[in-house]
C-alpha cells in the first residue's frame, strides 16, 4: 500500500495563493491515480482534481477549473496542487488519495488511500 501526508494548508486572504503539496511512500507512485479532494463543515467530499499516472490526463472540477492546477513527479513521489485566486468558498479540509485504477475517478469511494488532510482557509 502507498501511505500519503499532505502539506501547504494555511490562511489566506482571498485573491491569493496556496500550493499544497503530497508526499507518497510504500509503493511505486507512477502506479497510482491521484487526486485532491475537498470537505468543507457540513458538506459532503468533493472533487477537486485528479491527475493519471503519468500526468498526462488531468480533470479539473468546474469550481476550480482555471485556478487550480494538479501535478505530480513521479521520480520524487509527490504530488501538488496550485491554487491560485482563492475564494473564501474554496476554504475546507484538503485531502490527498491515491488508487491503482486508471482513467479519471472523480469519486471518493474509488479511492483506497488518504493521507490526513491540510486545512485551507480564506478570509474574504
Same mark, same amino acid.
Given at each position: ?7 501547504? !494548508? ?5 485573491? !491569493? ?8 511512500? !510504500? ?8 487526486? &485532491? ?76 488511500? &488518504? ?10
Amino acid at each position: 500500500q502507498v501511505q500519503l501526508v499532505e502539506s501547504g !494548508g494555511g490562511l489566506v486572504q482571498a485573491g !491569493g495563493s496556496l500550493r499544497l503539496s503530497c508526499a507518497a511512500s !510504500g509503493r511505486t507512485f507512477s502506479n497510482y491515480v491521484m487526486a &485532491w479532494f475537498r470537505q468543507a463543515p457540513g458538506k459532503e467530499r468533493e472533487i477537486v482534481a485528479t491527475i493519471s499516472r503519468s500526468g498526462t490526463i488531468r480533470y479539473y472540477a468546474d469550481s476550480v477549473k482555471g485556478r487550480f492546477t494538479i501535478s505530480r513527479d513521479n521520480a520524487k513521489n509527490t504530488g501538488e496542487l496550485q491554487m491560485t485566486s482563492l475564494k473564501p468558498e474554496d476554504t475546507a479540509v484538503y485531502y490527498c488519495a491515491a488508487n491503482q485504477g486508471f482513467g479519471v475517478l472523480k469519486q471518493p469511494s474509488q479511492y483506497d488511500y &488518504w493521507g490526513q488532510g491540510t486545512q485551507v482557509t480564506v478570509s474574504s
